[in-house]
């Protein structure tokens, strides 16, 4: 069983009576609405009663936050995400997901739906359909309005009423006290200060977020000054939003409170923070929030986690979402809600090129990494850039290829691309860049149409204008069509008119380098010219050893184990294999797992254990269909697999073989990983 929940990072408190009549509602139905207003603890009430269940799911407990994301058709994505599912086919993400819960009893936990209702409705009802295994638990402002689903309304604490004689008998006072003994080390709650927090409580409306906001403010002013300065007037506070419902107003009201005992940088640092979709790095803050009026990030933004405004969770930050909005309606207050969208899109749009140009070198694990901790980022500021227009959009998505092409998002890649080419200037550098991109994500998506057209509109444009960079990638991308589309002899010429515009650009040491010389030894190997290939392979090898580079040179390892195996060398070919995945599920590059377990698969049929070949099929085939075509389509480089999978049947039989194979289709992905290793 898999649990994959946020941990708790401070203590529960109360909320007994919900968590009891929650768990009777997931009892009796499929799906569950946690509701209430923004501030109550809608999360920690869905994540506590998750925990609570988990063993009662055999494939888990699965926790998909939404709230960063403000991409409708995105959404499929990152609930695919939140599951491990690395979809890159063309296949709609519903039916993907379908698929993949069919057979499945796991718990979907989905986190903040409210901004996306309408498309989460349309999901959920479609899933639950579709998988009879799958229970759903969501929490939102408002609900999905799906017709199974059951709803759990939560209200703000119980406000303590003033002449009570058992304050901590409220649990709006005990979370209060908890807070300040988190914030303030030996504070003590006597019994002026109780009702001091008593007071703070009430007004602040029981609200569980106000009241830990409030907690914050405790290293600067006693709770006696905190619960003085929360008097009525609170016009300021709600300022622009007294057409909301009554119960939002009270939560700005306790938003809005905290922000009035902020200083000027503070605030100000808390609405420009504002710009990121989730959790940010502190140099990520520095770079897209400081300016002359806030010129050092660190220090304000230390206070801000100290008074509980921004979250901290290792060495990242975020405001939580009533916070996040709060802060963004002062943005706007203060006019600078286009400067900081500027100020972010340029950011990522600065790290992007960065990954392009450092690619080919040592640092790829550490530039994996920030792609799949960015990638809320990288979508904002590609909807941004995509909504300007003009070449800085196409830019933006070509930096990116490394991302679409390398690192398992070539759906998402796809998605932005085109929108990338719809919205932006059709002649130039920047367009003929983004088209070779195009060619590059369709041809590992099997849709070799689309990528020769890509790719030769590419080359015309860069052609026309005498970009001798951009007709080498592009001809880099149609000697992979050649490849994959049954002509590997026409390979070598095309890469060899690839590497001479490449160096007469001076562009010749990049990634494509290494691709060019990946694409020359699989011809090779398809053509049955193992010795070229191998010298070939051994060149590549020296060159990503040199760069300290690890992606290609995995691609390689996967090349060479493939001729140790044709020269019998099976337990070399076995180690090479393994080798490459090692390097592939680290960078999340499914293609490459997908290629290295097909080929493991046919080492471990010459070693004799037809059981296990099969098995490694079926979970090679379940990541194939990923990408919407078993080994993109290609007749050579399916060939190995075909043989491979007539000597199993000749050993197991077919329903031996077909039982094997299911087995490894509906493996888990941390089951295929440890299997494969």
């Not at 898999?2 to 768990?23: Q, Y």
């Not at 207050?333 to 972010?344: D, I, P, V």
């Not at 057209?453 to 590419?458: C, G, I, K």
């Not at 290494?514 to 030894?521: E, F, K, N, P, T």
Request: glycine share 10%.
């Amino acid at each position: 069983m898999t649990v994959n929940l946020p941990a708790e990072t401070s203590s529960f408190i109360g909320r007994k009576d919900e968590l009891d009549r929650l768990a009777a509602l997931l009892a009796d139905s499929r799906l569950v609405t946690v509701t209430g207003p923004p501030g109550v603890g809608k999360t920690r009430i869905a994540l506590r009663a998750a925990a609570d269940r988990a063993a009662a799911y055999p494939d888990g407990a699965w926790f998909a936050e939404l709230s960063p994301e403000q991409d409708a058709n995105l959404l499929g994505s990152v609930v695919a995400r939140s599951l491990g599912l690395r979809e890159q086919s063309t296949r709609p993400y519903e039916r993907v997901l379908a698929e993949y819960l069919a057979g499945k009893r796991l718990l979907l936990v989905l986190d903040t739906c409210e901004h996306l209702v309408a498309v989460c409705a349309t999901l959920v009802d479609g899933l639950l359909a579709a998988a009879p295994g799958l229970q759903v638990l969501t929490t939102s402002r408002v609900p999905l309005d799906v017709p199974s689903e059951k709803l759990l309304e939560v209200a703000p604490f119980a406000r303590p009423e003033p002449e009570s004689d058992d304050l901590l008998g409220y649990d709006a006072v005990r979370l209060f006290v908890e807070r300040a003994r988190d914030r303030v080390p030996g504070w003590q709650a006597g019994e002026t200060a109780l009702m001091a927090v008593g007071r703070l409580c009430r007004r602040l409306d029981g609200i569980p977020l106000g009241i830990e906001l409030a907690a914050g403010h405790l290293h600067a002013l006693s709770a006696e000054e905190l619960a003085d300065r929360l008097t009525d007037p609170f016009d300021l506070l709600t300022a622009g939003y007294r057409g909301g419902p009554a119960r939002h107003r009270s939560f700005r009201t306790a938003v809005g409170w905290s922000h009035e005992l902020c200083t000027p940088q503070e605030r100000l640092l808390w609405a420009r923070l504002s710009v990121f979709a989730g959790s940010f790095h502190e140099q990520t803050a520095q770079a897209v929030c400081a300016d002359d009026r806030l010129p050092e990030v660190a220090p304000v933004l230390a206070e801000l986690v100290r008074k509980s405004i921004v979250t901290r969770t290792g060495d990242r930050h975020r405001l939580l979402d009533g916070i996040r909005e709060y802060g963004h309606d002062w943005l706007r207050e203060l006019g600078e809600e286009r400067m900081m969208r500027t100020s972010h899109l340029a950011h990522f749009r600065a790290m992007a090129e960065r990954l392009d140009r450092e690619w080919y070198g040592p640092n790829q694990i550490e530039w994996a990494d920030w792609a799949d901790a960015e990638l809320a980022e990288i979508r904002l500021a590609l909807d941004h850039g995509i909504s300007h227009g003009g070449t800085a959009c196409l830019d933006l998505v070509s930096s990116c290829w490394i991302i679409w092409g390398a690192l398992g998002q070539m759906r998402e890649g796809r998605y932005f691309v085109e929108r990338a080419l719809a919205a932006g200037p059709r002649e130039g550098s920047s367009y003929a860049r983004a088209l070779w991109v195009l060619g590059w994500i369709t041809v590992f998506q099997g849709d070799m149409a689309l990528a020769e057209r890509s790719s030769q509109q590419a080359l015309a444009e860069a052609r026309r204008i005498g970009d001798e960079e951009a007709m080498g990638h592009a001809l880099v991308r149609l000697g992979g069509v050649r490849l994959f589309s049954g002509a590997p002899q026409k390979v070598e010429e095309v890469m060899y008119e690839a590497r001479k515009h490449l160096a007469a650009a001076g562009a010749a040491e990049t990634i494509d380098d290494l691709v060019i010389d990946g694409g020359q030894a699989m011809a090779f190997i398809f053509l049955g010219d193992l010795e070229r290939a191998w010298g070939v392979l051994q060149d590549m090898h020296a060159k990503s050893r040199k760069k300290g580079e690890i992606w290609m040179r995995a691609f390689g390892d996967l090349f060479r184990s493939q001729l140790m195996l044709a020269r019998g060398d099976v337990e070399g070919a076995d180690t090479a294999g393994r080798e490459l995945l090692t390097v592939k599920w680290r960078l999340g590059d499914v293609l490459g797992v997908a290629m290295g377990a097909d080929h493991l698969a046919t080492v471990t049929m010459a070693r004799g254990d037809a059981r296990s070949a099969a098995w490694m099929h079926g979970a090679a085939e379940r990541l194939w269909l990923t990408f919407g075509l078993t080994a993109m389509g290609s007749d050579e480089l399916a060939a190995p697999r075909v043989a491979t999978a007539e000597r199993a049947r000749l050993v197991l039989g077919d329903g031996g073989y077909e039982r094997a194979f299911e087995e490894g289709f509906a493996a888990s992905l941390d089951e295929v990983r440890e299997r494969l290793s």
